[in-house]
């Protein structure tokens, strides 16, 4: 299947800083990418879909200011977590899907980021 | 609002067996449902996509159904392996939108 990577694989920061995370296809153009948020024993939560060129569309309660989103290639997409708490410590995945022109059949994901702040 | 809902949150079974997880939703009438692995730690793993017009669907020992009238996908792993013990998530979208999830379904397979 596609492969999506991640990175950093886990990073821990103090709190006020701002930590960028990197989602890339690596064998396959993505238009869309999406980001998700995952805390202990809950399922993913869609935070914001990303397209390639434009701005993100960010979920209801997702601040796009604290969590800026740069889709710049079609193979790229970053999330940056600005002025980092505690509380937004969590598991940060994104998926790319593997058609374009808008379609989503299967998407694959990243093997994750784990956040912590301090 | 969508919803959706895996029955079990847990489900232990013997090697051998066959393991069968539900997946329901309410409120939404997906183009896609999927299925995924995902092991502590990590991102899921794609394992199946059924489409809403398609009734069932095989790939090795995992077999998915989609119910659009019960609105609800089963899940069935057969000859279950004790490597095959993960969360299991299902997820629904339709064509070009994000993934809702299921909170997920933990297999635990004993030898």
């Known amino acids: 299947g596609a492969v999506v990577s991640q990175h950093p694989s886990r990073v821990i920061c103090k709190s006020g800083t701002s930590v960028k995370i990197e989602c890339r296809s690596l064998?396959?153009?993505?238009?869309?990418m999406f980001w998700y948020r995952q805390f202990p024993k809950q399922s993913l939560m869609l935070m914001a879909t990303?397209?390639?060129?434009?701005?993100?569309?960010?979920e209801q309660g997702v601040e796009k200011d604290k969590f800026l989103i740069n889709h710049a290639s079609l193979t790229l997409s970053t999330l940056t977590v600005t002025s980092a708490h505690p509380e937004d410590s969590s598991f940060y995945i994104c998926?790319?899907?593997?058609?374009?022109?808008?379609?989503?059949?299967?998407?694959?994901f990243g093997p994750g980021t784990r956040l912590t702040v301090t | 609002s969508q919803k959706i809902e895996q029955n079990s949150e847990a489900l232990n079974i013997q090697e051998g067996k066959t393991a069968t997880l539900t997946c329901n939703y309410t409120?939404?009438?997906?183009?896609?449902l999927q299925w995924y692995r995902q092991d502590p730690g990590r991102g899921p793993v794609f394992l199946l996509l059924i489409r809403e017009n398609e009734k069932e669907k095989r790939k090795e020992r995992l077999k998915v159904t989609f119910d659009t009238t019960l609105k609800q996908s089963l899940f069935h792993i057969t000859a279950s392996q004790p490597a095959d013990s993960a969360t299991y998530l299902c997820a629904f979208n339709q064509a070009g939108t994000a993934l809702i999830f299921g909170k997920g379904t933990t297999l635990s397979v004993s030898s």
């Open positions: 998926s790319a899907s593997t058609q374009g022109e808008g379609r989503s059949d299967e998407q694959y």
């Open positions: 409120n939404y009438s997906p183009a896609y």
């Open positions: 990303s397209n390639e060129g434009s701005k993100a569309t960010y």
């Open positions: 064998d396959f153009q993505a238009t869309t």
